[in-house]
């Protein structure tokens, strides 16, 4: 399981599937009703990861500690938001973020917060 460290101010954990090679975690924003999805799976194991490739601009290439990664940003048509893709070789791990927020600067700050958690000692009570 991956999560991030750091989230913008008024996001709370709302929804969370881990499956063999795989984690999904939602954050939701009352307030806003914005949700922020990180997907998180082996790689190769989970080639299907879902991203809005129709009506995204060219992607930006970013850094994210070390490691590039793709961000498509949305402006038009039925999805408007940011979606960002970072392959993690060394780790064997791919990650993606998808969100409705439009700034880059907070979609990479919560790339770079991403660090590995024990599920089971994390949502053991």
Known sequence: LYEPTWLPEGYTEYALYIDKGESVISYINVETQDIITI?????????????????????????????????????????VGTDLVMVDESAKMVHTIQTGLIDLELVVHIAESLEKVDAFTRYMP
């Not at 490739?53 to 038009?76: F, L, Q, R, T």
Request: hydrophobic share 35%.
């Open 39 to 79: 997907n998180s799976a082996d790689l190769g194991e989970k080639d299907g990861l879902f991203v809005y490739g129709d009506g995204a601009e060219k992607p930006i290439i970013v850094v994210i500690n070390g490691i590039e990664a793709s961000v498509y940003c949305h402006k038009d048509g039925s999805f």
